[in-house]
């Protein structure tokens, strides 16, 4: 590996350890559904996401207009607003491998 190489892993290292995800948790009330997906959400970001991330929770039942501007059409919903594009996802998260893919958490490599 010649040196460049070296300098662009470090820097795609550097660009990952640093790339903040802005997520939008749409759930219905505490119910056991929504509050699942809350936990396995958060659980997630604090293994792959660590101080890299804000979670928003909007309660639907109490603003049902704030569905409207992410066009949510089914709870609960996780729209990752940054980095872009905007992605969403429908469902509890409970499948990690999954939940990384779809929102494309991009793995930060320790040396």
């Known amino acids: 590996m010649t040196a460049r190489d070296d300098n662009s892993l470090d820097e795609s290292k550097d660009e990952a350890e640093s790339e903040r995800y802005e ?49 949510i059409i089914a709870i609960p919903t996780l729209v990752r607003r940054l980095p872009l594009p905007v992605r969403k996802m429908i469902g509890d998260f409970s499948d990690t491998e999954k ?9 930060v490599q320790r040396t």
């Open 23 to 71: 997520l939008r948790l749409y759930v219905a009330g505490q119910t056991p559904r929504s509050l699942k997906a809350s936990e396995n959400l958060k659980r997630i970001c604090e293994e792959h996401l660590k101080d890299r991330y804000t979670i928003e929770i909007i309660d639907l039942v109490k603003n049902p207009k704030l569905a409207i501007g992410d066009q």
């Open 99 to 107: 939940t990384i893919v779809g929102l494309d958490i991009k793995p």
